[in-house]
């Protein structure tokens, strides 16, 4: 098994996505909107609640901008692989449908010694417009594919953001429930890795049962941010990113944990019911 370093720096060919109203709303559901109070994001469920109009979880992004590449990264054991960190930043509040034009990069490939962390980015330009509308930043690591260096081969780690976790009482503590099913849901927005449906695929990656999608827990983060820190006003969060840190079995009781600046930047974390860290490292524009 091994990995293609010669991808990294070298654009992909741009790839048109599109998406539609359902499409959004989907998303919104997948990620938990509506299912502790169907009345409390009518915004992102409905789009024809009365003098309500239908707005786009940010954290959708990320899936605007996917679909860039196309080219194989390597072989190596599928059910091995977990998402590793996420950012995404939109430079206006995403359309309820629209089509945008993405190309993607690899920028680097660094050895973690139990595996490989592989940094991309992509970008999105509104058709359209001809304006850029999501830039997103991913890595994904590969457990059993390190060993092949002494440290990043080939380009550049994602840029390392200085965090640091308040000595102090967070503005907001929201708990933010997972229903045992939720993976089913939102496997439906395009993610069909088996490792969130299929047991026997997940024990192949040495997990009791398969997880919750890492972007599910991601939109979940940002549905709390929004309602605690924003009144619930969906185009105020224009940025969102950090890391993921462990699995969340679905059914699980989330707790996000934020931190307000004076100028709008948010530290968080988002914790499972036992206390473990999944989102560390959590920064977010507001």
């Avoid at 539609?20 to 009518?42: I, N, Q, R």
């Amino acid at each position: 098994m091994s990995l293609n370093h010669d991808l990294i720096g070298v654009p992909s060919e741009a790839v048109r996505r599109s998406w539609t109203s359902k499409d959004t709303l989907l998303y919104a559901v997948g990620c938990g909107a509506g299912h502790d109070d169907p009345l409390a994001e009518l915004s992102l469920t409905t789009e024809n609640s009365h003098d309500i109009a239908q707005q786009v979880l940010p954290t959708y992004g990320v899936l605007v901008a996917s679909g860039g590449g196309g080219r194989k990264l390597g072989d190596f054991n599928p059910a091995m692989l977990v998402h590793g960190g996420q950012e995404v930043e939109l430079s206006r509040p995403l359309p309820v449908e629209g089509e945008v034009e993405v190309t993607s990069v690899i920028t680097g490939i660094e050895d973690k010694r139990s595996g490989a962390l592989i940094s991309s980015e992509s970008r999105a330009v509104d058709v359209a417009t001809g304006e850029d509308l999501v830039l997103s930043r991913s890595q994904i690591f590969i457990r059993g594919e390190g060993g092949f260096s002494d440290g990043t081969t080939g380009g550049s780690p994602a840029p390392a953001h200085e965090w640091v976790l308040p000595e102090r009482e967070p503005d907001l503590v929201a708990e933010m429930p997972t229903w045992p099913g939720q993976a089913l849901v939102y496997r439906l927005s395009g993610d069909r890795n088996p490792l969130h449906s299929d047991p026997v695929f997940a024990a192949r990656g040495n997990f009791e049962r398969p997880i919750l999608h890492g972007l599910c827990t991601y939109g979940i983060s940002a549905r709390a941010l929004i309602s605690g820190l924003a009144d619930g006003e969906v185009s105020a969060l224009t940025a969102i990113g950090g890391r993921f840190s462990a699995p969340v079995t679905p059914g699980d009781t989330l707790t996000v944990r934020a931190w307000r600046s004076d100028d709008g930047d948010v530290t968080f974390q988002t914790l499972r019911s036992d206390g473990t860290v999944c989102f560390d490292r959590g920064t977010a524009r507001v």
